[in-house]
């Protein structure tokens, strides 16, 4: 049987731990996202998406307000701090003890949120690599940060993703959380969670062996975050649009949580938790 380690945050003076598998809905505040049903702009449609994630059963929101899809505009700071700022005064008034996840690669951003909005857990698809004061920003604020894996950047990621052997492929990935959870821990960072970065910088087929290999990233002795809704790898297998994609993530979701996934960040909060709830049944949890 998979297990699942115990990682725990306290935020708000609420304590969570992964003991059983957690749901993250996504909140995109942004204008461009890859699905466009999960883009929310104004105060209103902001605040009926918190309602609908919390009614729903998810333990925690994340926050985007930087687009990261494939070829996404790289947007200044300044604009992504003023959406993240207008999503956390409103999450905060509809939601106040909420677990807020923020999902940015600018430490500049991370500071604001924790310091102005009691945000909890960073997660930043670069693993400090597009900003090099992002760990010893965690580190400073006391946070958890979820480190994704990613070749390239948003606007490049497609064109880094290169067909490899299966071993390869997987070393690198490995021999990369090992270093940077190194460099945390170096930092006095203990809260990580691991997301492998399906999507990000992956041919098709390497994203499919992810998920078999998911389990083996157990290794690490970390909570494993995995993204799948909607994506790609799910709507061009089945030769569809991400709108005719839930089934298909249902379906990942389930072998992910098979697999050893301890947090599955979605963008159908009511499935996604009904997916854990009947797998927690299936491993007489």
Not at 1 to 11: D, K, R, V
Not at 86 to 95: F, G, I, T
Not at 228 to 247: G, Q
Request: glycine share 6%.
């Amino acid at each position: 049987m998979i297990t699942h380690p115990s990682l725990s945050l306290l935020q708000n003076g609420l304590l969570s731990d992964f003991s059983t598998p957690r749901v993250m809905g996504i909140l995109n505040v942004t204008p461009d996202s890859f699905y466009s049903a999960s883009r929310k702009e104004s105060e209103e449609a902001i605040a009926n998406r918190v309602e609908q994630i919390i009614s729903e059963g998810g333990d925690f929101i994340d926050i985007g307000a930087y687009s990261s899809r494939p070829g996404a505009e790289d947007i200044p700071l300044k604009v992504e701090m003023e959406r993240m700022r207008k999503a956390l005064s409103v999450v905060r008034k509809v939601a106040p003890e909420a677990m807020l996840s923020i999902d940015t690669f600018r430490s500049e951003v991370a500071v604001m949120s924790v310091e102005e909005f009691g945000a909890g857990i960073i997660n930043d698809i670069s693993a400090g690599e597009l900003d090099d004061r992002m760990f010893d920003t965690v580190a400073r604020l006391g946070v958890a940060y979820i480190m994704m894996h990613m070749q390239g950047t948003p606007q490049t990621m497609h064109q880094q993703a290169k067909d490899v052997k299966e071993e390869e492929f997987i070393k690198e990935i490995f021999g990369y959380f090992a270093i940077r959870i190194q460099e945390l821990h170096e930092r006095g960072v203990k809260d990580i969670i691991l997301d492998p970065g399906f999507g990000f910088g992956k041919t098709l087929e390497q994203n499919y062996l992810l998920i078999r290999w998911l389990k083996e990233f157990k290794i690490f002795e970390l909570p494993i975050l995995v993204g799948v809704s909607r994506k790609s790898m799910i709507y061009k297998t089945l030769e569809c649009s991400p709108e005719e994609a839930l089934n298909g993530t249902t379906s990942l979701h389930t072998h992910a949580l098979m697999q050893g996934a301890n947090i599955l960040r979605v963008h159908d909060v009511k499935e996604a938790v009904e997916c854990v709830k009947l797998y927690r049944k299936v491993m007489n949890q």
